[in-house]
């Protein structure tokens, strides 16, 4: 069985706009602890709101942000 890992680059999207993640959750008003949780891997889940909200901030799709390994 193939095993895949969602993983999400807001270190990578972030860096290319030279912002930071206090900047990004104030900017999509979302708590740090949660923006923090996303960019670690260790949130559980992100919901369609949350995701909408980090891409407005950074002006990208979500397909800028997730990305599959196996």
Request: proline share 3%; hydrophobic share 40%.
């Amino acid at each position: 069985m193939l095993y895949r890992v969602i993983k999400v680059r807001l270190d990578k999207n972030l860096k290319r706009r030279k912002k930071t993640l206090y900047w990004l959750a104030k900017e999509a008003d979302l708590p740090y602890l949660t923006v923090w949780r996303i960019s670690q891997g260790k949130a559980k889940g992100i919901t369609f709101d949350v995701l909408e909200r980090i891409c407005g901030a950074l002006e990208c799709k979500p397909g800028d942000l997730l990305e599959i390994e196996k």
